[in-house]
């Protein structure tokens, strides 16, 4: 599933770059502790987006479609035309199927117009934890059915982060996830900001209509067996205050399962997608 190769990419990037690069580096410069913690919130939201995605139709999907784990409760009230629908995993740890960890509820709001060129869901968190991490805030999603047949998800970021070590991010912004359902597979575009409340940092990410992210299921990982990958796109981050970049690029589109990160102008540093 994409959630899963994102997460798996970053991870394999925070290896890569924290053996290769001194951590000692100014608090003018983007460090590889910065390309990791805007990482971890990425994969919060690409499991969130999965999840709701997921859960906002007429029947709950699948554990597979949905990242469910088997503790999962599903309930769904009804107030005319809006449904309710509270994803509740319990008060300790759920282990999702790309191997991530929750805990909490996820509240979705949507109408039953399931059959409508567009939708608009909305949805919140009560006590809600993704690998130990606090998450607080509400989104909006908007999915538009495209005349080409493509899905298209236009995500509205409002997040508060809270790391185990107390730490303080937010997010604000929008992710645009476009599916093709004949070839397969998603191109992700957007700009959000991160920062970190505790030190007042900021970072710019951006995923640009000229190189979006393509992630394809035609990857071949084993005889009649086949995979998610990004193979394709650039991620570029600012750090606000003094515009030192890194920038994250997946390559032409080969299925070859590595990309490069260049961090403040530096060698490019190759990672591979999955451990």
């Known amino acids: 599933m994409k959630t899963k190769i994102l997460a798996l990419g970053f991870i394999a990037i925070f290896i890569m770059v924290s053996c290769s690069k001194d951590d000692k580096q100014s608090s003018s410069s983007i460090s590889s502790s910065d390309i990791v913690d805007n990482a971890k919130i990425d994969n919060i939201g690409d499991d969130v987006a999965q999840i709701v995605d997921s859960q906002s139709n007429e029947a709950p999907a699948g554990r597979y479609n949905s990242l469910a784990s088997d503790c999962l409760q599903v309930e769904t009230t009804y107030n005319g035309n809006t449904w309710t629908r509270t994803l509740n995993y319990g008060t300790t740890n759920c282990l999702l199927d790309n191997g991530n960890y929750v805990r909490g509820k996820i509240i979705i709001t949507f109408q039953n117009d399931f059959d409508a060129a567009t ?20 989104r909006t999603v908007v999915k ?132």
Do not use: M
């Open 144 to 275: 538009t059915r495209l005349p080409n047949g493509h899905i298209k998800a236009d995500i509205d970021l409002n997040l508060t982060i809270t790391n185990p070590d107390l730490r303080v991010f937010t997010r604000t912004g929008n992710r645009i996830r476009e599916y093709n359902p004949e070839a397969n597979e998603f191109t992700v575009t957007g700009s959000w900001v991160t920062t970190n409340v505790s030190t007042g940092a900021t970072h710019t990410n951006t995923i640009s209509d000229s190189s979006p992210l393509r992630i394809v299921y035609s990857c071949q990982q084993e005889p009649n067996q086949h995979r998610y990958e990004i193979v394709s796109g650039i991620i570029t981050i600012i750090k606000s205050n003094n515009n030192r970049t890194a920038v994250i690029d997946y390559g032409d589109g080969t299925c070859d399962n590595t990309g490069t990160i260049t961090i403040n102008g530096g060698s490019p540093i190759t990672f591979n997608l999955r451990n």
């Open 119 to 138: 939708r608009t869901l909305n949805f919140s968190f009560e006590n809600f934890y993704h690998n130990d991490r606090h998450i607080e805030g509400n």
